[in-house]
Nanobody, 126 residues
Framework: QVQLVESGGGLVQAGGSLRLSCAPSGRTFSTYAMGWFRQAPGKEREFVAG????????SYADAVKGRFGISRDGAKNTMYLQMNSLKPEDTAVYYC???????????????????WGQGTRVTVSS
């Protein structure tokens, strides 16, 4: 069983930055594709960013390209989402997810992921 624990959310003004962290327990996550999703009030969950099993490939939603960066530190067994130039429309609960099966691709669809964290809330004020 894998447990994913997110942290780093909070309240920030528009234009500010936050860094989210995701630390899986139960497995060494560096051999799995992982991703970040978000769900805003009244909206469906959407893909934000993902990183392949090897770490050599990343993918971003158009809405966050150029502003967000996904990375991971194998030594710390932690994945990060660096969020810069935040906008009020980035306000959401952010979830990290782990995919046990993808080899080279970066999954962008939620159902492809096997484990999910409990979410961390990000609020961007205007």
């Amino acid at each position: 069983q894998v447990q994913l624990v997110e942290s780093g959310g909070g309240l920030v003004q528009a234009g500010g930055s936050l860094r989210l962290s995701c630390a899986p327990s139960g497995r060494t996550f560096s051999t799995y594709a992982m991703g970040w999703f978000r769900q805003a009030p009244g909206k469906e969950r959407e893909f934000v960013a993902g990183i392949s099993r090897s770490g050599r490939t990343t993918s971003y939603a158009d809405a966050v390209k150029g502003r967000f960066g996904i990375s991971r530190d194998g030594a710390k067994n932690t994945m990060y989402l660096q969020m810069n130039s935040l906008k009020p429309e980035d306000t959401a609960v952010y979830y990290c997810a782990l995919d046990l099966h993808s080899t080279t691709a970066v999954p962008t669809s939620g159902p492809l992921y096997d484990y999910w964290g409990q979410g961390t809330r990000v609020t961007v004020s205007s």
